[in-house]
């Protein structure tokens, strides 16, 4: 089946950025999201990417796609206490699981320093 | 306010004992899917719902079951539970899911802790 790889933890320090990267090998995918999940909750859409852009920008939010290598990125500019969570990264192809074709990965721990 | 609710958010039980989580959303989504989520192994799809009366299997659908009668209602059914489904649960919905609708995103309840004793 089709798989998506993320490291599983990232420690930064207040105040810098973060950068969360993911690798996916479904080469069908069509969009491909960030989800973000505090403890205690469920999770929640953080942004999404289509497969035909390379960039989207959203407030602190940077996602950048390369295609050809199947990368995804989510940079967090200016990191706050506040986001310190569970990132998951997933991929909507023709080849992914059930009837929406979403593969997610295992999550990373975003971890703030103070 | 559009949501995925959830119940119960705990529960503890002991093997055996024929439970059932309840997931209701409001937003008239065609698609609904249970996870199960677990330490390392992150979220894996047990059942998911196209529409009303049409179900299918997940990854990991052993030990499940669902039903869909209504649009707004999936629960997800442990016949005889095990310690070995012990997790967090967690149901989705969307409009849609391949196809026009495909873009919509998975929106998620805020998760059901199972424990099995």
């Known amino acids: 089946g089709e798989d998506v790889e993320q490291s599983l933890f990232l420690s930064v320090r207040e105040g810098d950025s973060s950068v969360i990267n993911c690798t996916y090998t479904?080469?069908?995918?069509?969009?491909l999201y960030w989800y973000k999940q505090e403890p205690g909750a469920g999770l929640q859409l953080l942004t999404y990417?289509?497969?035909?852009?390379d960039m989207k920008q959203d407030q602190r939010l940077t996602v950048l796609l390369n295609k050809k290598d199947k990368h995804l990125s989510l940079r967090i500019a200016d990191t706050q206490t506040g986001d310190s969570a569970i990132y998951f990264c997933?991929?909507?192809?023709?080849?992914?699981?059930?009837?929406?074709?979403?593969?997610f990965g295992k999550g990373t721990h975003l971890i703030i320093q103070p | 306010e559009a949501q995925v609710t959830q119940n119960p958010r705990y529960l503890i039980t002991v093997t055996g004992k024929k439970l059932t989580v309840t997931c209701s959303q409001n937003?008239?989504?065609?698609?609904m899917s249970w996870y199960r989520q677990d330490p390392g192994l992150g979220l894996r799809q047990i059942y998911y719902?196209?529409?009303?009366?049409?179900?299918d299997k997940g990854d990991v659908p052993e030990g499940y079951k669902v039903s869909r009668k209504e649009k707004r209602n999936f629960p997800l059914i442990l016949e005889s539970p095990s310690p070995n489904q012990t997790s967090l649960y967690f149901c989705?919905?969307?409009?849609?899911?391949?196809?026009?609708?495909?873009?919509?995103?998975?929106?998620f309840g805020n998760g059901t802790r199972l424990t099995v004793t």
């Open positions: 719902s196209m529409n009303v009366e049409v179900t």
């Open positions: 989705a919905s969307s409009l849609g899911a391949r196809g026009l609708l495909g873009n919509s995103p998975l929106h």
């Open positions: 479904d080469s069908s995918s069509t969009y």
């Open positions: 990417i289509f497969s035909n852009m």
């Open positions: 937003m008239n989504h065609e698609y």
């Open positions: 997933a991929s909507k192809g023709y080849s992914g699981g059930g009837a929406d074709g979403l593969t």
